[in-house]
T-cell receptor, first 118, second 115 residues
């Protein structure tokens, strides 16, 4: 149980275009999802927290208009990188939390999406 | 504010040697959780262990063992008799109850096991 998927796993896009990354909880309802960014040989940096049906909470320094997050259902959150530039190239990882399990500290991670902007 | 420090960036060991990864954390919460994750070259995070702040028992799982010491705010991880498949980046992370359980990751330890 507790499987989280991400799609696509890898994407290459041209500078100036937008890219959408999906994060799905396959066998549980994710009341909260988190989006992380990881640069090569670096740690995971939390970008934002999204709660189903409400606006995402962004971490300091993360541009809300640049990284649009939508959590429209209990099983799906999307991250859209708008007007992508080469510096947005990174590994994006989502995680999901199922508060119904009574374990607010438990996060289940997706496999990640590698974005390359040319 | 929460903070996790993993001082060693890259560690190389010869196969069958033991390797210990240090993790030191800072928190003002009395209730918190500590985690270790493994990230192989594929990139997917693999959960290894979770420990809550009220449980200071050490744990052993196969070749992996963890030493949690609240007195020194440390949660160290040891791989015994390392194997090539252990080559990966290992992250220590902290989740505070008061911080909406957001995870703060350390910088990671790149472990290279040389055959």
């Amino acid at each position: 149980g507790a499987v989280v998927s991400q799609h696509p796993s890898r994407v290459i896009c041209k500078s100036g275009t937008s890219v959408k990354i999906e994060c799905r909880s396959l066998d549980f309802q994710a009341t909260t999802m988190f989006w992380y960014r990881q640069f090569p040989k670096k740690s995971l940096m939390l970008m934002a927290t999204s709660n189903e049906g409400s606006k995402a909470t962004y971490e300091q320094g993360v541009e809300k208009d640049k990284f649009l997050i939508n959590h429209a259902s209990l099983t799906l959150s999307t991250l859209t990188v708008t007007s992508a530039h080469p510096e947005d190239s990174s590994f994006y990882i989502c995680s999901a939390r199922d508060l119904g399990q009574g374990k607010p500290y438990e996060q289940y991670f997706g496999p990640g999406t590698r974005l390359t902007v040319t | 504010a929460q903070k996790v420090t993993q001082a060693q960036t890259e560690i190389s060991v010869v196969e069958k040697e033991d390797v210990t990864l240090d993790c030191v954390y800072e928190t003002r919460d009395t209730t918190y959780y500590l985690f270790w994750y493994k990230q192989p070259p594929s990139g997917e995070l693999v959960f290894l262990i979770r420990r809550n702040s009220f449980d200071e028992q050490n744990e052993i799982s196969g070749r992996y063992s963890w030493n949690f010491q609240k007195s020194t705010s440390s949660f160290n991880f040891t791989i015994t008799a390392s194997q090539v498949v252990d080559s990966a980046v290992y992250f220590c992370a902290l989740s505070e109850q008061g911080g909406n359980n957001r995870l703060a990751f350390g910088k990671g330890n790149q472990v290279v096991v040389i055959p």
